[in-house]
């Protein structure tokens, strides 16, 4: 296109891409008003906003990823007491086995960026489920602890990976009017997971538990031969014709993919003309997306979800209640919540959605830490028990409306294609990190003191609505090209 020139001055060069990048978000914008704004009938990331077959059947089979790590997380809490009984494990001992997933996903958080861009995404979903597949059958068979720790470790590797790369390929192969519904439905199966495991586990071995683990693995392998590459890795490895193919695929036989597939290409090579190296995610252009991106994954963990959901037994145990019917409420919550997520994120949009989510969470924590603080200063001692489980009930569903799968979903949205693969290891990483300081940390809080741990995750909520509001943009409704080049431009 003539307004796409390659300069030999790199700030002259620079400045010509983002004047470029603006100009073709303006002329499609301008392009929608002139038709009536009839988006849903020319846009750059599907010709209208229903799915095909095959892009349901593909987001089906990476979903499959995402449930298999749902299990993962609820397995060392399901298994614990068989374990310790049938391997003679001391508590320390099995404290190694369940964080040692942590240690794997920082592990897998490194390289997960690259592998995908070096494979493709599905190669690399292939190769994590075969670590995963291979870490659950080491459990399921380990005579000792030290086989134990190694599956496990196999297995965070692998849904470390999975975790990035999932919402990464059902963004680039949906349309953007379903783009977001269809992420996060990534959460909706990992709570899905979870609640299985949860269950299961009362009434099976950790042996056959750890079996029924590696079939989402299993199967997600052998789907992975029936769905297409995503469109957007092969244009930026420059397989043009598998390109095209992938793309009418997804759109259908009969679709006219000509204006997304020249649009596509036309953003790709553009960025394209700078770099891949590391060095180059952390220039002034790319502030912006970073700031956002560490923002929300970092403010995800450090909120204490997640390292709640961790140790809820012993929570409810701490305020009185019943640790069986606490845990099993906190795993059927979810539920409902990610499904609430998944059907209004592309109907109100991402911002609204984090900061009812965040405030919820910063309401529920505060719920609980006054209900601790009651229980200290023996005031209303006997509501302490409903009020915990009200507060924790609270925080698993506002969690699972928001926080917990949108900040994935926004990651998968907000970098270009060029340093794509980069950013998703650095956001996996501080993710991975993060988790690991708080679940890590959450004991030492408790017995410094409960209130306080719960007031300070609720400080951290109520930081988190502030973020959103002030610099988390919108991004429904926009192709991911739009995205990527209004935030480019954004310093």
């Known amino acids: 296109m003539s307004w796409c020139t390659i300069e030999s001055d790199p700030a002259r060069g620079r400045k010509t891409m983002e004047e470029g990048l603006l100009t073709l978000s303006g002329s499609k914008s301008n392009n929608n008003e002139a038709s009536g704004g009839c988006s849903d009938v020319i846009n750059p990331s599907g ?16 979903l499959c990823g995402s449930f298999g790590y749902g299990c993962a997380v609820g397995y060392s809490s399901s298994a614990e007491s068989g374990i310790l009984e049938d391997l003679d494990l001391t508590v320390a001992a099995y404290s190694v086995f369940g964080s040692i997933m942590t240690i794997g996903g920082m592990i897998g958080a490194l390289v997960n960026g690259k592998i995908t861009d070096l494979i493709g995404r599905r190669g690399t979903m ?10 659950w059958l080491t459990i399921a068979f380990a005579q000792n602890a030290w086989w134990l720790d190694l599956g496990r470790l196999s297995v965070g590797f692998g849904f470390a990976i999975i975790c990035y790369v999932v919402p990464v390929y059902i963004a680039e192969i949906t349309p953007k009017d379903l783009r ?15 609640a299985l495991a949860f269950f299961l586990g009362n009434v099976i071995s950790w042996r056959t538990l750890a079996v029924i683990g590696a079939i989402p693995s299993l199967v ?6 029936f769905i297409p590459e995503s469109p957007r890795w092969l244009a930026k490895v420059g397989r043009h014709k598998d390109f095209e193919a992938a793309l009418q695929r997804l759109r259908g036989k009969n679709a006219d993919i000509s204006q997304e597939a ?16 590391i060095l ?22 450090f909120g204490g979800a997640n390292a709640v959901a961790y140790y809820a037994s012993s929570i409810f145990v701490d305020a009185g209640f019943s640790s069986s019917i606490g845990t099993i409420t906190l795993s059927l919550i979810g539920i409902p919540g990610v499904a609430l997520s998944v059907l209004l ?10 900061m009812v989510s965040a405030g919820g969470l910063c309401l529920s924590a505060l719920v609980v830490g006054l209900a601790f603080f009651f229980q200290d200063i023996n005031f209303w001692k006997e509501l302490t028990p409903i009020l915990v489980y009200i507060g924790l009930l609270g925080q698993s569903l506002s969690y699972t409306t928001g926080m917990a799968g949108l900040p994935w979903v926004i990651m998968s949205e907000i970098f270009p294609i060029n340093v794509k693969g980069t950013a998703g290891s650095l956001l996996s990483l501080v993710n991975w990190s993060c988790s690991w300081i708080v679940t890590y940390t959450i004991n030492f809080m408790m017995e410094w003191s409960s209130e306080g741990t719960f007031f300070f995750f609720s400080a951290i909520s109520g930081f988190t609505v502030l973020f959103v509001a002030k610099l988390v943009p919108e991004t429904r409704g926009r192709t991911l090209e739009e995205i990527q080049a209004s935030m480019t431009h954004f310093l």
Not at 126 to 135: D, K, N, Q, R
Not at 180 to 194: D, E, K, P, V, Y
């Open 262 to 277: 020249a649009e596509i290409m036309d953003y790709t090579e553009m960025f394209q003309q700078h770099s891949e190296k």
């Open 126 to 135: 292939w190769l994590s489920e075969t670590f995963s597949a291979a870490g």
């Open 280 to 301: 180059d995610l952390f220039q002034k252009r790319y502030a912006y997306s970073l700031i956002v991106g560490v923002g929300l994954m970092s403010l995800q963990q």
């Open 345 to 354: 994120t592309d109907k109100v949009g991402r911002r609204p959605l984090l």
């Open 47 to 62: 010709s209208s906003s229903s799915a095909t077959l095959v892009v349901v059947l593909s987001t089906l089979v990476a």
């Open 220 to 225: 997600h392998i052998i789907g992975l031969f």
């Open 180 to 194: 977001g519904r269809f992420t996060s439905a990534s959460q909706l199966m990992i709570s899905c997971g979870l």
